[in-house]
């Protein structure tokens, strides 16, 4: 099943303003992060946020994480037209193997296209 | 660091064809992942590997698909025959991973293959 779940699906805002993402998944984690994807080329990892973390910045993003209700937000603040891409939230759970050995796993949500208008 | 690398860029094939997509790892790097991504089911993972060895294998769509990491810092998925729906972007990333903590993953440039 799917993990992250993001919404909006696609966000269009002007230049200068805020944009904001929600991711919402349904088992505990160890970490949850927030990938970004230019139109054809590979994600680019933005930020990670642990389990036993609330909130963390980095530059012009701000993440936040609610583990009760099983939640987090990514905002990006003074947006700019290079901003645009899809943003994924990808959340990091233990799975077990069939021989039954443990590891994380990174499950990947079905992103958020941003569009920043000049 | 030159980053994750992924070979070809594009494919282009017949149906029918065997397709081998390649991927070398970042130095140091000991965890390599293999990911399908489509407009209708995003981003899928198909296979990951830590420290050589196939640890989670449940996203290979059938056994047209198979994986190898003949050492430890290089990879190939191979597609035999393959198929029109096998068409997509295919990635792969590394990371250092322990076992129970998944860290940030490095994305290649993926390989867009279509199967005519």
């Known amino acids: 099943s799917q993990q992250g779940e993001e919404d909006p699906q696609a966000l269009s805002i002007q230049e200068g303003e805020n944009a904001t993402m929600n991711c919402s998944y349904k088992?505990?984690?160890?970490?949850l992060q927030w990938y970004r994807q230019n139109s054809g080329r590979g994600l680019v990892h933005l930020i990670l946020?642990?389990?036993?973390?609330r909130e963390k910045h980095s530059g012009r993003l701000r993440v936040t994480l609610d583990t009760s209700k099983k939640s987090s937000s990514l905002l990006i603040t003074a947006s700019r037209a290079a901003d645009t891409a899809s943003y994924f939230c990808a959340t990091d759970a233990i799975q077990r193997a069939a021989g039954g050995t443990s590891y994380g796993k990174l499950t990947f949500g079905q992103g958020t296209i941003l569009t920043v208008h000049p | 660091d030159a980053g994750v690398i992924q070979s070809p860029r594009h494919e282009v094939t017949e149906m029918g064809q065997e397709v081998t997509l390649r991927c070398k790892l970042i130095?140091?790097?000991?965890?390599l992942f293999w990911y399908r991504q489509t407009m209708m089911r995003g981003l899928e993972l198909l296979i990951y590997f830590n420290n050589n060895v196939p640890i989670d294998d449940s996203g290979m769509p059938e056994d047209r698909f198979s994986a190898k990491m003949p050492n430890a810092s290089f990879s190939t998925l191979k597609i035999q025959p393959s198929e029109p729906r096998d068409s997509a972007v295919y990635f792969c990333?590394?990371?250092?991973?322990?076992?129970?903590?998944?860290?940030?993953?490095?994305f290649g440039p993926g390989t867009r293959l279509t199967v005519l």
């Open positions: 946020i642990r389990s036993n973390e």
């Open positions: 990333a590394s990371t250092v991973n322990e076992y129970l903590n998944t860290d940030t993953q490095y």
């Open positions: 130095s140091g790097h000991n965890s």
């Open positions: 088992t505990s984690i160890n970490n």
